[in-house]
């Protein structure tokens, strides 16, 4: 299939979905898949309009809802915008953060490249952070070169998800790319 035929395609899906939505009753579930799916394909202008609009419908967010938004602004880089709608649902919408939540943000920060500020913002998690917050640290790690921050990494991730070959070939190909071989070794070893 074409690129241009699987856009067109897209796009009248997208107006099929917006119509859609219109149609039916709007609840905090319909809204909140909209935003994803919008978050998931890059829309997050998109997926931002269709937030403030079902602010103003008086429907009220809840946790997956900023999930979505937070995700959306990880995937196109939008930093400040992704820390806009984590203070949002923390300080208006009083909404406790989970894990997944506090994994999302790490992962905006770190594939935007603000690796200090990702792994500050894990040092001051209420919770005990998860592997997926340390892998979306590593990753950050990986895409901006860190060697730096991959040995903390690294050490939690392990003691989590030991057994998760998809953390070890990622941790063995950074150190292969920073040509630390006997680290290298150790994590191939694993696999």
């Known amino acids: 299939m074409k690129i241009s035929t699987a856009k067109q395609l897209f796009l009248t899906c997208m107006q099929y979905c917006q119509t859609a939505v219109l149609d039916i009753e709007r609840t905090v579930v319909s809204w909140s898949a909209m935003i994803s799916g919008y978050g998931m394909h890059g829309h997050v202008d998109n997926a931002t309009s269709l937030f403030n609009e079902m602010m103003d ?50 992962d905006l920060l770190s594939r935007a490249g603000h690796l200090d500020r990702a ?24 895409i901006h070169g860190r060697i730096d921050l991959v040995d903390i990494c690294r050490e939690n991730i392990l003691n989590f998800e030991p057994w ?28």
Request: net charge neutral; charged share 20%.
């Open 57 to 106: 419908s008086g429907t009220k967010p809840d946790g997956v809802t900023f999930m979505s938004l937070l995700a959306a602004c990880s995937h196109t880089g939008k930093v400040e915008q992704g820390q806009h709608y984590f203070d949002k649902m923390t300080k208006e919408f009083r909404i406790v953060p989970c894990s997944d939540h506090y994994a999302c943000m790490i």
């Open 119 to 142: 792994y500050a913002f894990i040092r001051k998690m209420p919770m005990e952070p998860t592997a997926s917050t340390w892998g979306a640290l590593l990753a950050g790690c990986h």
């Open 164 to 191: 998760n070959s998809g953390y070890c070939v990622q941790l063995a190909n950074l150190y292969a790319n920073e040509r630390e071989w006997d680290q290298f070794g150790k994590i191939r070893s694993t696999i």
